[in-house]
């Protein structure tokens, strides 16, 4: 079964410092997410990615938030400067086309973010 | 901006018994889908609903979405401890999906 593999696990990190966040989507996957669930609420919606470009984003997702596919497997989110209410667990999930067919988006099992 | 609304937030449900969770979008969608979250785990893909007054099962589980297509609902029958989660509805519209906030379902053996 092909997976979303995200990296690191948990990361913890200091007010005001950068972080990267990793994905590996699923291999034919066209669309790519990223969604964050801070604990014990509903998973929101930051962005969303297509052929190499944000197809679209929400409101949480500032100045301070950036997607990159570096590479042909890799997608990442940066948060430039981290604030105490970044804190979340930060799922990245693919889906093989933007109507998601019969098959739903595939998430990973997500980077749990700790800002101290 | 698109609101995806559900209740109940939070059922006890004994084992063996049925219950319904609800969806309720404040606009049209292009489709509805469900997920399903472990305590601790991440959304996992349960189904998508399309056309206008859809019924989809999957052994226990009954999803319909409405004829507005504005509102949706998932029946389980029978309920085992492993049905234990929360259970999202998450409407497509554009280029979004949007989660609802969940209903969490604790099962009592």
């Known amino acids: 079964e092909p997976e979303v593999t995200q990296t690191p696990s948990h990361q913890v990190t200091q007010m005001g410092q950068e972080v990267i966040l990793r994905c590996v989507p699923i291999?034919?996957?066209?669309?790519f997410y990223w969604y964050r669930q801070i604990l014990g609420q509903k998973v929101e919606f930051l962005v969303s990615?297509?052929?190499?470009?944000?197809?679209?984003k929400s409101e949480i997702f500032d100045d301070q938030f950036s997607v990159e596919r570096p590479d042909g497997s890799n997608f990442t989110l940066k948060i430039r400067s981290t604030k105490l209410e970044d804190s979340a667990m930060y799922f990245c999930?693919?889906?093989?086309?933007?109507?998601?067919?019969?098959?739903?988006?595939?998430f990973g099992s997500g980077t749990r973010l700790t800002v101290v | 901006g698109q609101q995806v609304m559900q209740i109940p937030q939070y059922q006890h449900v004994q084992e063996g018994e049925d219950f319904t969770t609800y969806c309720n979008s404040s606009?049209?969608?292009?489709?509805i889908q469900w997920y399903k979250q472990r305590p601790g785990g991440h959304p996992v893909f349960l189904i998508q609903?399309?056309?206008?007054?859809e019924v989809k099962k999957q052994k226990r589980l009954t999803f319909q979405f409405g004829e507005a297509k504005k509102n949706s609902s998932l029946h389980i029958t029978a309920t085992q401890t492993t049905d234990v989660g929360t259970y999202f509805c998450?409407?497509?519209?554009?280029?979004?999906?949007?989660f609802g906030k969940g209903n969490q379902v604790v099962v009592i053996p």
């Open positions: 999930a693919s889906s093989e086309a933007l109507r998601s067919g019969s098959l739903g988006y595939t």
């Open positions: 606009t049209t969608l292009s489709n």
């Open positions: 990615f297509y052929n190499n470009e944000i197809s679209e």
């Open positions: 998450a409407g497509l519209r554009n280029n979004r999906l949007a």
């Open positions: 291999s034919n996957h066209l669309y």
């Open positions: 609903l399309v056309k206008s007054g």
